[in-house]
């Protein structure tokens, strides 16, 4: 099994804001001005997004939706909190048995946090975003705000949140 340090320097992945490493691998030519957003944005953007077990990805939330893409190590938990309040677990990886899907659809303004599946492993998956992700586009969540709004997720809202 290929380790993480190997892959991070084979792909040149950087520390990203909400836990794990990333390295932004597209970002189409063309632009587009939409309502909701401030300024144009590219068509689509892609990543590689990798978390190892000793870390987690924060609950956040982007103003577009988000595709997963499964590559290789453990699966992953995509934990999500819809514009509804509803908490869902849902796994990313090729376990198709136990109910993983090698991609997964984060809808645009759900929270949603990750995890790794297995102890002492990694995940590495891509994410692809359209309209292309901006920066200004990410929330990180705060704790104190989303147990406001969602007090019924308290477990999983301070286990995936570091402010």
């Not at 063309?30 to 000793?54: C, K, Q, W």
């Not at 982007?62 to 992953?76: A, C, P, R």
């Not at 995509?78 to 198709?96: F, M, P, S």
């Amino acid at each position: 099994m290929t380790s993480p340090e190997l892959l991070i320097n084979h792909l040149q992945l950087q520390p990203h804001p909400e836990g794990g490493y990333y390295r932004e691998t597209y970002r189409s030519g063309e632009s587009i001005s939409l309502p909701g957003f401030d300024g144009d944005r590219n068509f689509s953007t892609a990543i590689y997004f990798m978390l190892t077990s000793e870390n987690f990805s924060a609950f956040h939330r982007i103003k577009q939706d988000e595709v997963w893409h499964y590559y290789t190590g453990s699966s992953l938990y995509v934990h999500v909190i819809d514009k509804n309040g509803k908490y869902a677990r849902h796994t990313v990886g090729l376990d198709i048995e136990n109910g993983a899907t090698p991609q997964f659809i984060v809808k645009a303004g759900d929270w949603f946090g990750s995890s790794v599946v297995d102890e002492n492993s990694f995940s590495l998956v891509g994410c692809t975003v359209a309209p292309g992700f901006d920066f200004r586009d990410f929330e990180m969540a705060k704790r104190e705000d989303l147990l406001k709004f969602f007090p019924d997720h308290k477990e999983i809202i301070t286990a995936l949140t570091r402010i």
